[in-house]
């Protein structure tokens, strides 16, 4: 709406990619803040509350939290991009549609934990996976014939180093599909997932402007991809939305965002970085997301084949917390590794 303020009215800020993002972060912010209190005394009337792992003692205080907050924070994005981009603009398409098919996946998940009191009763490990590599494969075939670029870069090297064709397709859904399972594995401590997820949306909003800007792209050496500027405007305002989010969910949190959130923000990170060109970058952009993955496919191998665990519980914060570590200092320390971990991310941009 506000870009065709711009087109009708001549207001010539609204052109700014920027503008519009920051317009997009206030309005997701402020639907947030606002919503968010009325729906946390709704859960509570309802006894929407996520089932808490029974083997982490620490959390038996947090059985009567409402979950499902990701269901706030989303809508409140999809609004605040619906007033600020290009409405025919296919990458911002793929982002929303991102966001919704993820999170609508999430919620029939969450919906069925609630209502069975069981963690184990939402939608099976076949359904879930099954719905979620469909939204993947419907958004990679819009950028394939939309013209997304299929040539692979990795870090430090400033030219592809092959074109991948129609293979690509089979890359962008694994790595949606990956990014949205370690959020969600990650988000197992207050506000621990949140900031992370913040932080890189920061990095890869940061590289998907440079690349749909002719000047920035050719200085930095990177590709120009005409039009993935409009999906910052999607990116700053799920920021806002999880800022607003965190005001709630920071320890001792008031409501959970559930699989509703984890696994649209997990995918839509995972969408950035196609449109980035960073993949591989993601490795490191997502660090605390991989190190949390990492954790439970060790454990899970090692078990299988020595019958030994590697830690005292997976994923890896549990692990911190069975050792005696404080639930507020596990959060706080993992949200500086991401930080440290993003802007060296960024630092590679130059060094190539």
């Not at 996520?50 to 959390?59: E, F, M, S």
């Not at 607003?244 to 649209?264: H, I, Q, R």
């Not at 590794?337 to 802007?343: Q, R």
């Amino acid at each position: 709406m506000f870009y065709y303020f711009y087109e009708l009215l001549n207001i010539n800020i609204f052109q700014y990619i920027s503008v519009r993002a920051g317009i997009a972060f206030f309005i997701a912010l402020s639907l947030t803040m606002f919503l968010m209190p009325k729906y946390i005394k709704w859960a509570k009337s309802k006894k929407a509350n996520q089932p808490i792992n029974k083997w982490v003692k620490a959390h038996e205080n947090k059985k009567f939290t409402p979950t499902m907050g990701g269901a706030i924070f989303i809508l409140a994005t999809i609004i605040a991009s619906l007033f600020t981009i290009k409405i025919n603009n296919l990458y911002a398409i793929g982002g929303l549609i991102t966001l919704i098919g993820f999170a609508a996946v999430g919620m029939k998940d969450d919906l069925g934990k609630i209502l069975s009191g069981d963690n184990l009763q939402g939608l099976s490990a076949k359904a879930k996976m099954g719905l979620l590599i469909i939204i993947s494969l419907i958004v990679s075939l819009i950028l394939y014939f939309n013209g997304m670029p299929t040539t692979f870069y990795v870090p430090f090297i400033k030219t592809p180093l092959f074109d991948m064709g129609y293979y690509s397709i089979a890359l962008w859904v694994v790595v949606m599909i990956a990014s949205s399972n370690a959020v969600n594995l990650t988000d197992g401590l207050d506000g621990l997932a949140t900031v992370p997820t913040i932080i890189a949306l920061s990095t890869l909003g940061i590289i998907v402007y440079i690349m749909g800007h002719a000047i920035f792209s050719s200085y930095l050496l990177l590709p120009n991809i005409k039009g993935i500027g409009e999906v910052v405007i999607i990116a700053a305002a799920l920021a806002g939305g999880l800022l607003g989010f965190l005001w709630y969910n920071s320890y001792p949190a008031e409501v959970f965002m559930g699989d509703t959130g984890s696994l649209a923000i997990g995918a839509f990170l995972g969408y950035m970085a196609i449109l980035a060109k960073s993949e591989i970058l993601l490795i490191l952009i997502g660090i605390i997301f991989v190190i949390e993955t990492v954790s439970v496919i060790l454990q899970v191998g090692s078990y299988k084949l020595r019958k030994k665990r590697i830690f005292l519980m997976a994923p890896i914060h549990h692990h911190f917390e069975m050792k005696g570590w404080d639930e507020s200092k596990i959060i706080v320390r993992f949200w500086m590794i991401a930080m440290v971990a993003n802007l060296i991310a960024l630092i590679t941009l130059k060094i190539r």
